[in-house]
């Protein structure tokens, strides 16, 4: 969505008034403003619809496995779960949704939170079999290729927009999110949970992928 600079003539009370609305908020003054006359036309700006997922998704999520941090920005959505293996290393989940979901919408961040450089080698093995398992999959049910970056047990993942149609409703996406990152922790715990047979993990791994893919209502 386009931006542009607009000169408006207002009181000092009212400006004043927004400043403070806006801090509360915890958002820019220009924002608050674009924000509440979208309201106002019943307009939904990008940043909405983005708040309004991250919120849905921060209900689906608000259990025992995850915990939600606080918001690194409008455009993002941060989590975390523990994984039961030695050294108690944290896993770091980030949701990042783009202002137009077109080709693209959105990726994920992954990272293991250890010091431990044979957990950190680990990781990274499974994140080359959760990938192999996806391009298996799902590569034919979305636009474009599934783009995966990797860099010392960090992991992004590019989210595709479905292919042959528009994006579903925001509740469905923001369902969908949820279910995927907690599909997600559910295979990198049952690598963990095989770690010395590579060969068991990865048939748990693309069988339980299968499944998902069988019960997904949007692949992307």
């Given at each position: 969505?386009?931006?542009?600079?607009?000169?408006?003539?207002?009181?000092?009370?009212?400006?004043?008034?927004?400043?403070?609305?806006?801090?509360?908020?915890?958002?820019?003054?220009?924002?608050y403003i674009n924000s509440v006359l979208a309201d106002a036309v019943s307009y939904v700006t990008p940043e909405k619809r983005m708040n309004d997922i991250f919120g849905e998704i921060e209900q689906l999520m608000n259990g025992d496995v995850f915990r939600i941090m606080p918001r690194p920005s409008e455009t993002s959505l941060a989590l975390r779960s523990a994984l039961r293996y030695k050294y108690n290393p944290v896993i770091n989940y980030s949701i990042e949704l783009y202002r137009d979901f077109d080709t693209v919408f959105g990726k994920l961040r992954m990272s293991l939170r250890t010091r431990s450089q044979p957990?950190?080698?680990?990781?990274?093995?499974?994140?080359?079999?959760?990938?192999?398992?996806?391009?298996?999959?799902?590569?034919?049910?979305?636009?474009?290729?599934?783009?995966?970056?990797?860099?010392?047990g960090r992991f992004v993942r590019a989210f595709s927009c479905p292919a042959g149609g528009d994006m579903p409703p925001d509740d469905d996406v923001a369902a969908a999110l949820s279910e995927y990152v907690q599909l997600i922790d559910e295979l990198v715990k049952l690598y963990f949970?095989?770690?010395?047979?590579?060969?068991?993990?990865?048939?748990?791994?693309?069988?339980?992928?299968?499944?998902?893919?069988?019960?997904?209502?949007?692949?992307?």
């Amino acid at each position: 969505m386009n931006k542009s600079v607009y000169s408006l003539v207002l009181s000092d009370e009212v400006v004043a008034a927004v400043d403070r609305a806006a801090h509360r908020a915890g958002m820019s003054r220009s924002a608050y403003i674009n924000s509440v006359l979208a309201d106002a036309v019943s307009y939904v700006t990008p940043e909405k619809r983005m708040n309004d997922i991250f919120g849905e998704i921060e209900q689906l999520m608000n259990g025992d496995v995850f915990r939600i941090m606080p918001r690194p920005s409008e455009t993002s959505l941060a989590l975390r779960s523990a994984l039961r293996y030695k050294y108690n290393p944290v896993i770091n989940y980030s949701i990042e949704l783009y202002r137009d979901f077109d080709t693209v919408f959105g990726k994920l961040r992954m990272s293991l939170r250890t010091r431990s450089q044979p957990l950190v080698e680990a990781f990274s093995d499974f994140l080359l079999l959760l990938a192999d398992t996806e391009r298996e999959f799902i590569s034919e049910r979305i636009t474009g290729k599934v783009s995966y970056t990797f860099d010392n047990g960090r992991f992004v993942r590019a989210f595709s927009c479905p292919a042959g149609g528009d994006m579903p409703p925001d509740d469905d996406v923001a369902a969908a999110l949820s279910e995927y990152v907690q599909l997600i922790d559910e295979l990198v715990k049952l690598y963990f949970g095989h770690i010395g047979d590579r060969g068991t993990a990865a048939s748990l791994i693309r069988r339980r992928y299968a499944e998902h893919v069988q019960s997904a209502k949007m692949i992307f």
